[in-house]
């Protein structure tokens, strides 16, 4: 069972840059798809970023491409989400969770089993 911790969040302003950090405990961190969701006020949880076991394979909403880097770290159990250029729009709380195999689905909440509790991430204009 996993255990997931995001750090880095913060105040920005807009254009700015940011890196969030999510460590993992266990030692099956490695078998995970590991993805990053957002959500803002009276808004739903929606998909950011997402990527395969190995760190070989990258998945992004729309909004972010170009901007937005996922990244995974084996050896340190953990994944990273560099966050550049930032938008008014992008603020919101930050989710990182960690799917088991099979991998169904890398873009859809449902499909991830474990979740850290959020950081902040506010972006000013």
């Known amino acids: 069972q996993a255990q997931l911790v995001e750090s880095g969040g913060g105040l920005v302003q807009a254009g700015g840059s940011l890196r969030l950090s999510c460590a993992a405990s266990?030692?099956?961190?490695?078998?995970?798809?590991m993805g990053w969701f957002r959500q803002a006020p009276g808004k739903e949880r929606e998909f950011v970023a997402s990527?395969?076991?190995?760190?070989?394979?990258?998945y992004y909403t729309n909004s972010v491409k170009g901007r937005f880097a996922i990244s995974r770290d084996n050896a340190k159990n953990t994944v990273y989400l560099q966050m550049n250029i930032l938008k008014p729009e992008d603020t919101a709380v930050y989710y990182c969770?960690?799917?088991?195999?099979?991998?169904?689905?890398?873009?859809?909440?449902?499909?991830?089993?474990?979740w850290g509790q959020g950081t902040q991430v506010t972006v000013s204009s």
């Open positions: 969770a960690a799917q088991r195999p099979p991998y169904s689905d890398y873009r859809g909440a449902q499909a991830y089993g474990y």
């Open positions: 266990g030692r099956t961190f490695s078998s995970y798809a």
């Open positions: 990527i395969n076991w190995r760190g070989d394979n990258t």
